[in-house]
């Protein structure tokens, strides 16, 4: 039996409870769940590709596969479809915040599919109490000193507390 691999790509940074809700469900949907965190240096993360994947490792070992199956999560530079091809997913997980993201989202899932025909992108909708929290958002609350505990995992708010301390605002 052919496992059905799906992958969840993104910068995550930093990760939130809204992309922990989604890598929950879309483990239901797949035998595999890949979280792929892009090097993506054109958003400026404050991580670094070895943080952000260590930060997601770390939380990913807590969950409970919903299909049985498992999750892990691999870096990755480059075309999110050679990397999916080489991974041997079969689909490609984004999730929708607001009707926003929707244009762009449409414009990336029809690129990818003119790249990779046989490829699908699954969209699956933000949970009701995190459709509007976004990472530079989140990043931008914690510069400044807010409290960003309902919106991340209490390691990864420790680690824009530590973030910030040291590179002043």
Not at 4 to 22: Q, V
Not at 106 to 117: I, T
């Amino acid at each position: 039996m052919t496992k059905r691999i799906a992958l969840y790509p993104g910068t995550f940074d930093p990760l939130t409870f809204g992309h922990l809700n989604i890598i929950e469900r879309a483990s239901a949907l797949c035998d595999k769940l890949v979280v792929g965190v892009a090097q993506n240096s054109g958003k400026s993360p404050i991580f670094s590709l070895d943080e952000r994947l260590s930060i997601i490792s770390e939380q990913i070992a807590t969950l409970q596969p919903k299909g049985g199956g498992s999750i892990e999560a691999m870096a990755f530079t480059g075309l999110l479809t050679r990397f999916a091809d080489s991974i041997g997913a079969i689909m490609i997980i984004r999730g929708l915040r607001a009707v926003s993201d929707f244009e762009y989202e449409f414009q990336m899932a029809s690129m990818n599919k003119r790249l990779k025909p046989d490829m699908e992108t699954i969209f699956l909708t933000a949970s009701e109490n995190q459709h509007f929290v976004a990472s530079s958002l989140v990043k931008e609350v914690a510069r400044f000193g807010g409290d960003v505990t309902s919106f991340v995992p209490e390691k990864v708010n420790q680690r824009l507390l530590d973030y910030f301390s040291d590179n002043e605002a």
